[in-house]
Nanobody
Framework: QVQLVESGGGLVQPGGSLRLSCAAS????????MAWYRQAPGKQRELVAI???????DYANSVKGRFTISRDNAKNTVYLQMNSLKPEDTAVYYC?????????WGQGTQVTVSS
């Protein structure tokens, strides 16, 4: 069993930055593929960024060049650095951990980009 707790969301002006954190506990964090998803009001949940156990990353086209996903296996934590934020980045951001047989979600953290 894996428990995921997100933090770091909030209100930021367009062009600003935020760093989200997701602390994991309860299992072998380093073996999991970690990802960030987001869900805006009235829209489906979408994949934002993903990082494998080996450190390979991939991003949604809408955030490439602005967001960076990273992980610290010693701290059981995955991060999402978000720069040059836009109003369309406003959403609840969810942390996800997956393995061959398991799939876990955090409770989400709200990110609002507005002037």
């Amino acid at each position: 069993q894996v428990q995921l707790v997100e933090s770091g969301g909030g209100l930021v002006q367009p062009g600003g930055s935020l760093r989200l954190s997701c602390a994991a506990s309860g299992s072998i964090f380093s073996s999991y593929i970690m990802a960030w998803y987001r869900q805006a009001p009235g829209k489906q949940r979408e994949l934002v960024a993903i990082i494998t156990s080996g450190g390979s990353t991939d991003y949604a086209n809408s955030v490439k060049g602005r967001f960076t996903i990273s992980r610290d296996n010693a701290k059981n934590t995955v991060y999402l650095q978000m720069n040059s934020l836009k109003p369309e980045d406003t959403a609840v951001y969810y942390c996800n951990a997956r393995s061959l047989h398991n799939n876990y979600w955090g409770q989400g953290t709200q990110v609002t980009v507005s002037s």
